[in-house]
T-cell receptor
Framework: ETGVTQTPRHLVMGMTNKKSLKCEQH?????MYWYKQSAKKPLELMFV???????ENNSVPSRFSPECPNSSHLFLHLHTLQPEDSALYLC??????????????FGPGTRLTVL | QKEVEQDPGPLSVPEGAIVSLNCTYS??????FMWYRQYSRKGPELLMY????GNKEDGRFTAQVDKSSKYISLFIRDSQPSDSATYLC???????????FGAGTRLAVHP
């Protein structure tokens, strides 16, 4: 595997289900990100992790719970979602987070549909 | 006023046309200016980035930044069907590597 991988690629869940999204980066990076991409809207940053520590939570509802067990893996645990949470969820990684720009590399995303 | 404005399109052009994609922004603190390309069912990939005002060229692609007007452009020369994708402008202002994205412009290049 190379780059940033995400599983599953597609997920359909009911509002009462609990599911998890997985992201793995094979780039040796130290920072990882979760983004939400809805149709015709800008990418919304959800969470940022640097060296496994959460550095940003962009006012995300508690029904989204991130987990970063190590610098290579990132999870997004989902529970009691709403239909408006249906979107493409993108994971990204970068070498680090500093005051200057570090290129972010994106995975292919998980297309989530909440019924 | 939105921090970033980008026309969502869609923009449909014939093969070989010159394409112009644009974004305006309001935050004077933006330091880096980026263009990402996103193919269908894929994640965004960085196409080009610039730090200062002026032009930067890479093959058929030219990125242009006008800080005084808070306006950035991406030009694609001799467009190809393989250029059909959504193009996202993005901006970086420091801090925790946080990027601010435009909504994306969908481009279709038809043979």
């Amino acid at each position: 595997e190379t780059g940033v991988t995400q599983t599953p690629r597609h997920l359909v869940m009911g509002m009462t289900n609990k599911k998890s999204l997985k992201c793995e980066q094979h780039l040796g990076h130290n920072a990882m990100y979760w983004y939400k991409q809805s149709a015709k809207k800008p990418l919304e940053l959800m969470f940022v992790y640097n060296f496994k520590e959460q550095t940003e939570n962009n006012s995300v509802p508690s029904r989204f719970s991130p987990e970063c067990p190590n610098s290579s893996h990132l999870f997004l645990h989902l529970h009691t979602l709403q239909p408006e949470d249906s979107a493409l969820y993108l994971c990204a990684s970068s070498q680090e987070i500093t005051g200057s720009y570090n290129e972010q590399f994106f995975g292919p995303g998980t297309r989530l549909t909440v019924l | 006023q939105k921090e970033v404005e980008q026309d969502p399109g869609p923009l449909s052009v014939p093969e070989g046309a010159i394409v112009s994609l644009n974004c305006t922004y309001s935050n004077s603190a933006f330091q880096y200016f980026m263009w990402y390309r996103q193919y269908s069912r894929k994640g965004p990939e960085l196409l080009m980035y610039t730090y200062s005002s002026g032009n930067k060229e890479d093959g058929r692609f030219t990125a242009q930044v006008d800080k005084s007007s808070k306006y950035i452009s991406l030009f694609i020369r001799d467009s190809q069907p393989s250029d059909s994708a959504t193009y996202l402008c993005a901006f970086f202002s420091g801090g925790y590597n946080k990027l601010i994205f435009g909504a994306g412009t969908r481009l279709a290049v038809h043979p």
